[in-house]
């Protein structure tokens, strides 16, 4: 079953004219993803490319591969970027606690799947997936922490605390090392999973990866490893040293060419804001630089540059000086990343999620600047997962599952209207309304003998009205009282479908699946995903 995304909450514009009206935004991004001539176009494109930086590349990822237990696919597939006809299918994500959300575990599955199926169609190519690590954000409070539901169906959060000072600058996440405390968290992580047969290999898992002295980095990629190195996932590390020795002249350009391009980005995000919105905030330079006490956008100041929140100046020549020694400080912001990556790699597509489709369309000026071929954008599949439990409270009380996205307060009071032997809003609306008439038609008698009467007659009605209001508050509680059976399943069902108001993908972990129904689910959704339907899927378990 799909859902069209017009009819989800909180779907931008931008997004949703990406996928239904790609007509309205052709200016912002170029490349149509439904159109098969823009694939043959840019692989033929890709394959004249002149990748004199290839042997460096493959050379550090059997490098980031060593010691493990590496899949024939996935050796195959590190191998096969030698070849000009091998295109990469590309996706990334910030390295979340457990690996963060659903969506990450779904953009994965779609650059697997869209690998697969364009070797499938386009036989004269070859193409791999790829999981660009994003280790050099440094957003900590982004990824310290998963949602779960518990055996009540309450959403907790599970959260690691590093109890660094708060509010200091951490540096590049990838980095970051777990100290004792991540053992607190992981032992919270037990207490809420109950015992069942998944139980134990699911923390098995978690426990080996998650420990202290692991990045942030290591403990995300072992996980990813361990649930998809099978399928030929190549996990692709850009914080390599040697890799930001092959990005330095992405990295010099940008440093001292960063005018050319900035009124372009500036133009191009204005204009999304008359139409859209604008996703990223444009800055003069796109580059971080790693120091002792964290990682600061540069900024150009006269003839000079500085760190941003810090009052240290550095002169161009001293920045370049650096960026050719040191190269491993340096690291591109959001915008800047995507040429990085299709600068390393043949990109053929980037997997999105909505918000990257909307900052792409900010990007797409800096493809011409650095004269790096531009990729399909291909939406990520996007997905709920449905129980048997959640399923047959639906089926009890006719709900379709976007009845589920409703606020709250008002599906409880739609619940009740249906099981109800009257609809207390319309009856205390009739009320009002014939109140309002009656003591309106007596005002109208009353000033003919007194006008001073009006005032008292408006005071009078004040009174009723608050009185109705009160006494529609307690026929409100009372009969949410007489279904609080009825109310309770369907909340349980909500939070399932719909935690915190928003998408399970972007709340809850997969963990609270993997427990319940084995590491396997994931080959069962896997199998269930359709990458070619743009709309949200349901998927019954």
């Known amino acids: 079953m799909f859902i069209n995304f017009c009819d989800l909450p909180g779907q931008q514009n931008l997004f949703l004219d990406y996928l239904y009206e790609f007509e309205n935004v052709r200016d912002f991004y170029h490349k149509d993803f439904r159109d098969e001539n823009a694939y043959l176009s840019l692989f033929e494109e890709l394959s004249k490319r002149d990748r004199k930086h290839n042997q460096m590349l493959i050379s550090t990822l059997k490098e980031q591969y060593s010691g493990l237990n590496t899949s024939k696919q996935t050796?195959?597939?590190i191998e096969s970027l030698n070849n000009k006809k091998t295109f990469a299918i590309v996706t990334g994500q910030q390295l979340g606690l457990y690996t963060g959300p659903l969506y990450t575990i779904y953009k994965t599955i779609t650059a697997i799947k869209l690998a697969a199926r364009l070797k499938s169609k386009y036989k004269k190519y070859?193409?791999?997936?790829?999981?660009?690590?994003?280790?050099?954000?440094?957003?900590?409070?982004?990824?310290?922490?998963?949602?779960?539901?518990?055996?009540?169906?309450?959403?907790?959060?599970?959260?690691?605390?590093?109890?660094?000072e708060e509010g200091i600058n951490r540096g590049s996440v990838g980095n970051l090392k777990f100290n004792e405390t991540i053992n607190l968290t992981n032992d919270e992580l037990d207490k809420v999973l109950r015992a069942n047969d998944f139980k134990a290999e699911l923390m098995d898992l978690l426990k080996k990866a998650y420990q202290p002295g692991v990045t942030f980095k290591k403990?995300?990629?072992?996980?990813?490893?361990?649930?998809?190195?099978?399928?030929?996932?190549?996990?692709f590390d850009p914080q390599s040293r040697d890799i930001k020795e092959?990005?330095?002249?992405?990295?010099?350009?940008?440093?001292?060419?960063?005018?050319?391009?900035?009124?372009?980005?500036?133009?191009?995000?204005?204009?999304?804001?008359?139409?859209?919105h604008a996703q990223v905030k444009i800055n003069p330079v796109n580059i971080f630089l790693l120091e002792p006490d964290g990682r600061f956008l540069i900024e150009p100041v006269e003839d000079e540059f500085r760190l941003k929140t810090k009052r240290k100046r550095i002169t161009k020549e001293l920045l370049l000086e650096t960026l050719e020694n040191e190269p491993q400080r340096f690291s591109p912001n959001v915008l800047l990343r995507?040429?990085?990556?299709?600068?390393l790699l043949p990109t053929a597509a980037y997997i999105a999620g909505p918000g990257e489709i909307s900052y792409f369309a900010q990007v797409m000026p800096l493809y011409d600047?650095?004269?790096?071929?531009?990729?399909?954008?291909?939406?990520?599949?996007?997905?709920?997962?449905?129980?048997?439990?959640?399923?047959?409270?639906?089926?009890?009380?006719?709900?379709?599952?976007?009845?589920?996205?409703?606020?709250?307060?008002?599906?409880?009071?739609?619940?009740?209207?249906?099981?109800?032997?009257?609809?207390v809003k319309d009856i205390f609306n009739m009320a009002e309304t014939d109140i309002a008439d009656i003591i309106m038609a007596l005002n109208d008698k009353l000033i003919t003998?007194?006008?001073?009467?009006?005032?008292?007659?408006?005071?009078?009605?004040?009174?009723?009205?608050?009185?109705?209001?009160?006494?529609?508050?307690?026929?409100?509680?009372?009969?949410?009282?007489?279904?609080?059976?009825?109310?309770?399943?369907?909340?349980?069902?909500?939070?399932?479908?719909?935690?915190?108001?928003?998408?399970q993908e972007r709340e809850l972990s997969f963990i609270y699946f993997a427990h319940k129904y084995g590491l396997n689910f994931l080959d069962?959704?896997?199998?269930?995903?359709?990458?070619?339907?743009?709309?949200?899927?349901?998927?019954?378990?």
């Open 75 to 77: 050796l195959h597939n």
């Open 126 to 164: 070859d193409f791999v997936p790829v999981f660009w690590l994003e280790g050099d954000d440094h957003d900590f409070d982004e990824v310290c922490s998963i949602n779960l539901a518990n055996d009540n169906n309450d959403i907790i959060t599970i959260s690691y605390d590093d109890q660094a």
């Open 219 to 235: 403990a995300f990629r072992d996980i990813l490893f361990d649930l998809f190195d099978h399928s030929g996932l190549i996990i």
């Open 246 to 276: 092959l990005l330095k002249p992405v990295f010099r350009k940008e440093i001292e060419e960063f005018n050319k391009h900035t009124k372009e980005l500036v133009k191009v995000s204005a204009g999304l804001e008359e139409i859209y």
């Open 338 to 343: 995507p040429i990085c990556q299709d600068y």
């Open 369 to 423: 600047f650095f004269d790096v071929p531009q990729p399909i954008i291909y939406p990520r599949s996007s997905v709920t997962l449905i129980e048997k439990p959640v399923k047959k409270i639906m089926e009890k009380f006719n709900l379709k599952y976007i009845d589920l996205f409703t606020d709250k307060n008002e599906l409880n009071n739609i619940i009740i209207g249906r099981h109800a032997d009257f609809n």
């Open 449 to 503: 003998i007194d006008p001073t009467l009006n005032e008292i007659t408006l005071r009078t009605k004040e009174r009723i009205d608050n009185s109705l209001k009160i006494l529609r508050d307690k026929t409100n509680e009372a009969q949410k009282k007489r279904y609080e059976t009825t109310l309770r399943q369907i909340n349980k069902a909500s939070t399932l479908i719909a935690p915190l108001s928003d998408l």
């Open 524 to 541: 069962d959704i896997t199998a269930e995903i359709e990458i070619y339907r743009f709309e949200h899927q349901i998927i019954e378990l």
